[in-house]
Nanobody, 123 residues
Framework: QVQLVESGGGLVQAGGSLRLSCAASGRTFSPYSMGWFRQAPEKAREFVAS????????YYADSVKGRFTISSDNAKNTVYLQMNSLKPEDTAVYYC????????????????WGQGTQVTVSS
């Protein structure tokens, strides 16, 4: 069984930065890709960024491109999301997800999910 645990969320002023972490555990953890999604109140879950577990290919939503950076430390089974120049519209619960095969921007195609971490950006 794979478990994903997010951390690093919090309250930050607009223009500030946060770094989210997602630690993965599981005897057979070996995903093809990892992703970050977010969900604001009364809105659908949306893709933020993803990364291939082996190699350095990364993918970003247009809304965060140039501000957010996804990275991974395979030795630690951890994926990160560095968020800079945060805006109030970035306020949401951020979820980490793992996909066993391929890459995707659709949340329904991911196999494992964390519990989420709240990010609140004040204006």
């Amino acid at each position: 069984q794979v478990q994903l645990v997010e951390s690093g969320g919090g309250l930050v002023q607009a223009g500030g930065s946060l770094r989210l972490s997602c630690a993965a555990s599981g005897r057979t953890f070996s995903p093809y890709s990892m992703g970050w999604f977010r969900q604001a109140p009364e809105k659908a879950r949306e893709f933020v960024a993803s990364i291939r577990w082996s190699g350095s290919s990364t993918y970003y939503a247009d809304s965060v491109k140039g501000r957010f950076t996804i990275s991974s430390d395979n030795a630690k089974n951890t994926v990160y999301l560095q968020m800079n120049s945060l805006k109030p519209e970035d306020t949401a619960v951020y979820y980490c997800a793992a996909k066993k095969f391929g890459v995707a921007t659709t949340h329904t195609l991911y196999d494992y999910w964390g519990q989420g971490t709240q990010v609140t950006v004040s204006s």
